[in-house]
Nanobody
């Protein structure tokens, strides 16, 4: 029901914009989060946005470099990633929360889609 796309192979310092599109149902009333999972590591929180887009939340590791936004008319959430680092390399997933608010708790997220690979070379 959720599909993340826009990943790719980039160099350190480059930018990418990921998109998260929903199909078959709307998530305009749900908080949405981005998570990532590097090879051999647990999935970790990256960013979250509430249902109206007025409240955002970031992991310390991406604060100031990544920006989450949403366009409810298009049922799409974005993650603008600037100044990418090799440590940002991971599969990125988007997910809709059971609540309207933004949350970093992975347990609050119930709708997951396929991820998109982001690889940052040094």
């Amino acid at each position: 029901q959720l599909q993340a796309y826009g990943g790719g192979l980039v160099q350190a310092g480059d930018s990418l914009r990921l998109s998260c599109a929903a199909s078959r149902r709307t998530f305009s009333n749900n908080g949405v989060g981005w998570f990532r999972q590097a090879s051999g590591k647990e999935r970790e929180f990256v960013a979250a946005i509430d249902w109206r887009g007025g409240n955002t939340f970031y992991a310390d590791s991406v604060k100031g470099r990544f920006t989450i936004s949403r366009d409810n008319a298009k049922n799409t959430v974005y993650l603008q990633m600037n100044s990418l680092k090799p440590e940002d390399t991971a599969v990125y997933y988007c997910s809709a929360a059971r609540y309207a608010s933004s949350t970093q708790k992975i347990a609050d997220y119930v709708y997951w889609g396929q991820g998109t690979q982001v690889t940052v070379s040094s």
